[in-house]
């Protein structure tokens, strides 16, 4: 008979009607997959008992292998063998090009939105890839539950940006699963230390892993999680750590540094499993066999270990102090210290986050499932299988999101570190009269001009009723879903036309891409101020030139006579020649000097609109 | 009546209990539904109700209500292994046939 789990009091379910349900920790090196059984979150491993598996797919003639057994084709056939493809997911050709020159792979057609890479099976997208391995650990999660799974939660780095979240759910998708949410990974770490039913804090959740690393600021209130900062390094984790230890010993057994690969490798071997020993030891031996067929052996303490991993350790701490400043907190803000990342099982990375943040790290559970295992929880109570639980989880959007007004400024509809989900509005309005469609170009970035942030998606709002400019009112609303998901709908409010778009993917930005992008905008911010004021004076210019024009050829030639009428298109012109000026006085003058030079001429119009209004009508009809 | 409580199941509930903090025990116990007529019910138990009969078997209260315990009499709950699954398992002599899986039955 089928084999049961224990319930919740009143929970039990109906027959072949389990709220089956499991998290995954998508991971660029290691994915994972967890599930509660009877109350516990606990990680599933496959047949040979590992619960690992590498985030490695491999496509050969006769089919598709993901984990250990793809890995071992990584050497042999790297051209077919995906290894990373985290790194990939979401972003454009450009992105992943300038991720550097690591990536074997070859892409197929250049322009698409969606790279592919050519392998014996066809094309790939990094999105199938990512589904070849989803499907792996829901077999292995149905074979281990056995039923099909009512839903997912899948884990993200907090930085993702919407079309890396897209993508992430299409993968699911693709593989024919339904994705209960997206979280957050170090939420996820968070939910996995039961945070969550603490008293309200703050939390720092710290993950080193093998090639990453980022540090998030979480706060807690009234038991909802709320992501206030992310920071950290694309290009540091515990594989710089091997190579610390692997330089020392090449240093000590006088390895020259052009050995051939097949040696190095080896030694980044040893190194790392010097690194692993020395988190129980305190000293470790190692034996390296050299070139000439002697071998060398060395002792390697933990003392010396420290001093050489020390530097490297603490260069982790600068973005954990930039992620505090944006959070505007300061080390005695933070509770609790969670190590997420096999890289933190090294004892000095504890002992140098601990005295940085003046608290005892949590370290009890496996720093390598601990999101999982969050994320595995958060995905019963989404089932329903805890009806209690008034858990809500709340992200942050990691860049500004905004629209294009005339002259090419941005203006911010949802600031960065926004919680989400989230819905703004604003409205705005034509520029010319009769104008009928408007275009929403949508940006995300924090620079002031258009051309310095980052475009998602553009569309139009046609069908507007012809109005003078200024009347109309467009209602453009941005809706950022739980998943990080944007969607934006512009509606004419009097005639109630409406367009929308939701982003899908196009491209993604790095973590590192969107500090450069936060630290532009601080370094800029000056230039991008006056580039504001001299970009608005230009737009009223050219709004005043647009009017005075409309004016003259509606009546000009009768309420001026020829003289008047110079002088004012001479103003007309002088404010013209200035309007490209690069100084934002300059324009205001020459606009402040035509309305002086023009004075006259409004007073006429009134008083010639109003004669035209009364003509006919007795004084008693005005009153 | 009885109802009896393997070593293993045993040990995966007071792992269990311990892990959620709270409870007197498990429920055990059999609903109408299913394809088959009865259903099993495994729950953890908060507190044990007047008529409840209450057996205890390796350090686990094993909480049965009156109308269950005549479908359940005799019944051993076990805990196995069948490839990567595992759970719990009711092994009930007064079933007569029940579904293709076993999840519901008829006695």
């Known amino acids: ?130 589904s070849e391995i989803l499907k792996v650990l829901v077999k292995r999660a149905e074979e281990s539950l056995g039923g099909e799974l009512e839903g997912i939660v899948i884990t993200v780095p907090a930085y993702f940006d919407d079309a890396q979240r897209q993508a992430t759910k299409d993968a699911a998708t693709i593989a024919g699963l339904k994705v209960l949410r997206l979280l957050n990974e170090p939420t996820a770490a968070a939910v ?88 129980e030891t305190d000293h470790v031996q190692i034996d390296v066999s050299l070139a000439d067929g002697t071998t060398w052996q060395g002792d390697l303490s933990r003392d010396q270990f420290n001093t050489l991993v020390d530097p490297l350790i603490r260069k982790t701490l600068a973005p954990c102090r930039r992620a505090l400043r944006d959070a505007g907190l300061s080390t005695e803000d933070i509770e609790d210290v969670v190590m997420v990342g096999g890289s933190t099982r090294v004892p000095r990375v504890r002992e140098l986050v601990g005295e940085f943040f003046k608290a005892d790290p949590l370290v009890t559970i496996d720093p390598d499932r601990v999101v999982a295992i969050g994320a595995a929880i958060q995905a019963d109570i989404l089932v329903g ?92 609303t941005f809706s950022v879903d ?28 790095t973590d590192g891409e969107i500090e450069s992008m936060l630290k532009e905008s601080i370094d800029h911010a000056q230039d991008d101020m006056e580039a504001r004021k001299l970009r608005e004076q230009q737009v009223e210019a050219e709004r005043v030139i647009e009017a005075l024009k409309a004016a003259l050829a509606d009546d000009g030639s009768e309420l001026l006579n020829t003289e008047e009428r110079d002088r004012v298109e001479s103003a007309l012109s002088n404010l013209a020649a200035t309007i490209n000026s690069d100084s934002h006085a300059k324009i205001k003058a020459a606009v402040e000097s035509l309305e002086k030079s023009c004075e006259f001429y409004v007073e006429r119009r009134m008083n010639a609109s109003v004669r035209r209004a009364m003509s006919g009508h007795s004084v008693d009809d005005f009153e | ?88 398992k009711f092994n009930n002599p007064n079933v007569k046939d029940a579904c293709g899986c076993g999840e519901s039955f008829n006695v």
């Open chain 1, 1 to 130: 008979m089928a084999l049961l789990q224990l319930s919740e009091p009143g929970q039990s379910a109906a027959p072949h009607q389990h709220r089956l349900a499991v998290g995954i920790d998508l991971g660029t090196t290691n994915s994972l997959v967890a599930t509660v059984r009877s109350g516990k979150a606990v990680t599933l491993a496959d047949s040979e008992g590992e619960h690992l598996l590498p985030s490695v797919v491999h496509y050969a003639e006769d089919g598709v292998v993901v984990g250990r057994k793809a890995w071992a084709h990584s050497a042999s056939d790297p051209m077919n063998t995906i290894i990373s493809v985290k790194r990939l997911i979401g972003r454009g050709l450009s992105d992943i090009k300038s991720l550097g020159s690591s990536l074997p792979y070859n892409f197929q057609d250049a322009e698409a939105v969606v790279p592919r890479i050519k392998t014996v099976r066809g094309a790939v997208s990094p999105i199938e890839v990512s």
């Open chain 1, 192 to 279: 996995a230390y039961g945070l969550d039913s603490k008293a309200d804090g703050v939390h720092a959740i710290y993950d080193l892993g093998g090639g990453t690393f980022d540090i998030s600021i979480l706060r807690l209130n009234r038991g909802v999680f709320e992501v206030l900062s992310t920071g950290g390094d694309s290009a540091l984790g515990g594989d710089d750590l091997d190579h610390a230890v692997a330089e020392w010993i090449m240093q000590q057994a006088g390895i020259s540094r052009d050995a051939d690969h097949s040696m190095l490798r080896r030694l980044l071997q040893i190194a790392c499993a010097a690194k692993e020993a020395l988190s």
């Open chain 1, 385 to 476: 299988n805890k009806p209690d639980s008034e858990m809500l989880l709340l992200d942050v959007n990691p860049l500004s999101l905004g629209i294009e007004t005339m002259g090419g400024l941005v203006e911010k509809i949802i600031p960065r570190n926004t919680t989400i989900p989230v819905a703004r509005a604003q409205e705005f309005t034509t520029f010319k009269d009769g104008q009928t469609a408007m275009a929403v170009h949508v940006l995300q970035g924090e620079r002031e001009l258009v051309t310095d942030n980052r475009s998602l998606a553009r569309f139009e709002l046609r069908g507007i009723p012809p109005m003078v400019a200024g009347a109309a009112r467009i209602r453009v």
């Open chain 1, 482 to 509: 739980a998943d990080g998901l944007l969607s934006v709908e512009a509606e004419e409010q009097s005639s109630g036309v409406k367009a929308s778009v939701e982003v899908k993917p196009s491209y993604g930005l």
């Open chain 2, 1 to 88: 009546m009885t109802i009896t409580i393997t070593e293993a199941a045993a040990k995966h509930v007071r792992n269990y209990l311990d892990n959620r903090g709270s409870g007197v025990g498990i429920r055990l116990g059999v609903r109408t539904s299913g394809c088959s007529g009865m259903a099993y019910v495994l729950e953890f138990a908060d507190a044990s109700e007047a008529d409840d009969q209450i057996f205890e078997q390796h350090g686990v209260k094993v909480l049965v209500d009156p109308k269950s315990l005549l479908y359940l009499d005799g019944t051993e709950l076990d805990y196995t292994r069948e490839g990567l699954n595992e759970g719990f």
